[in-house]
């Protein structure tokens, strides 16, 4: 079963009526993960882009969609080698400020995940 996002501020989402104050993953199966940003940080000394070891991380085979949270103000991007690695996978990426992600993480059916970045 897919949680429910039920609200966010800086620093902090609620998924299912618990608090994250971390970057987190959301899995097909419903199950949260903290998001393992340092993946990221140690190729381009930010966790703003996206690497490929990240996003085999974020990865939940078989998934169809993945939303991006890009933060309250739009930095997060994929690498192009992360971008290539979701087209490989049949995966099909949509990268959203953290409202419309919200919104559309909890409207969606299906194969979906997600990674939302509680920051920026």
């Known amino acids: 079963m897919k949680p429910k996002i039920n609200s966010t501020r800086f620093g902090s989402i609620t998924v299912k009526s618990k608090i994250s104050e971390h970057d987190i993953v959301l899995r097909k199966n419903g199950q949260t993960k903290k998001r393992r940003k340092k993946l990221s940080e140690k190729i381009y000394g930010t966790s703003h882009k996206i690497s490929l070891a990240e996003a ?3 990865y939940d085979k078989g998934a169809d969609e993945l939303i991006i949270d890009t933060g309250q103000t ?3 991007e994929l690498s192009k080698k992360a971008e290539k690695f979701f087209e490989e ?6 990268l959203l400020p953290t409202p419309k992600a919200i919104k ?3 409207r969606s059916k299906g194969k979906v995940i997600a990674m939302f970045h509680v920051t920026c």
């Open 56 to 58: 085999k991380y974020i």
């Open 74 to 76: 739009g930095y997060v």
């Open 89 to 94: 996978s049949y995966c099909k990426t949509k």
């Open 104 to 106: 559309l993480w909890n």
